[in-house]
C-alpha cells in the first residue's frame, strides 16, 4: 500500500448519533488523522468551513439545522471559504434515487450508506486520496466529472485535475503553496463558470423573448426569468479581477432588464423585451475573442442607463 501520513489532514465529522461520530473518529485517528472535529450541528460545519479549517468532510446528509446539499453546493461554486475543492463524503440512511441525484448533483466526492464500518469508511477515504475525479463545470453543476459519455447539444469544457489534500498533504507541500495552488485551479473553474453562464443566458433569452412575441407568456415564465436572472447576477459577482472585466457593465445591463421585466412579468415594457436578444448576444461574443467587445459593451449599457433614467423621469413627474 502507498505511504501516505494524513497526520496534517483536517477532517470534520457531522453526524446526529454521538456513537457514529465517536466510532468515526476513533477509526480514522487509528489510522493516523490527527485534526478530527465532529459536530451533530451544521452551523459548525459551516463555520468551518467558512474559515477554512477543513480539508475531508465525513458528513450525514441529515443534520437537523441545514441543507448538506446546499453547503456542498455553496463550496463547489466558491460562495463559502477559501477552498471549493474540499473533500466531501456523505452519509446517507435510507438512501432514494432522488436523494442520491440530489447528493451528487451537488457536487459531492463520495456517498456511502449507513450503517458503516470504519474499515469501510477508510478505503473509501484511502480511494478518495488514490483516485480522484477531475472536475467539470456546466451552467448548473461544478463537481467530479462522473460523465459515461457528454450529453447531445451540450458545450463540454474538458475535466480538469483538482488539488487533493489527502495528497498533497502527506508531502512537504506547505499551506501557503497549497493555497496557492487551490486558488490558481479555482481561477480555472471560475473562468470556464462563466463561459457557461454566458451559453445558459442566450438559451434562456431564446425561450423567454419568443413567449412573448407570440402572447403565450403565462406564470411558468416568472421561473425562466428567475434563473436568468441568478445566472446574470452570478457572472457579475465572478468577473471581478478576472481577464473578463470588461463584461461587467453587460451583465449589469442583464440584471437591470430582467430585474424590470420580472417586476411585471405578464406584462413587461416591450423594450425591455427587445432589449434581450441584443444583450444575450453580447454577453456570449464578449467571452470570444472579439476585438470591439468593450465598445459594444458601453454602447448597449448606455442604451440600458438611457431607459432606466427615462423610467425614473416618467414616475417622478
Known sequence: MENYSFENIRVLVGDPNREVRDAIRGGLYGQGFRYIMVTDRMSVVETAVATNKVDLMVCDTELPDGDLYDLVHKIRHHELGDNPF?????????????????????????????????????ERVLNLARNRKPFVVTSDYIGPDRRTEPQPGTQQNPPIDVPNPLKTKTDDTSEVDLQAEIDKVANVLNEQKMERHAHQINHLVERIVPLYEDGTADESIVRHLDRLLYVSEDISRRLEGTRYHHVGELCQSMVNVVRAVRQAPLSPDRKDIALMPALAQAVKCAFGPQEDVVALSRDISATVERRTAKDAHRQVA
Do not use: H
Open 86 to 122: 474540499i473533500l466531501v463524503t456523505a452519509l446517507i440512511t435510507a438512501p432514494t434515487p432522488k436523494m442520491v441525484k440530489k447528493i451528487f448533483d451537488a457536487g459531492c466526492d463520495d456517498l456511502i450508506q449507513k450503517p458503516i464500518s470504519t474499515g469501510l469508511l477508510f
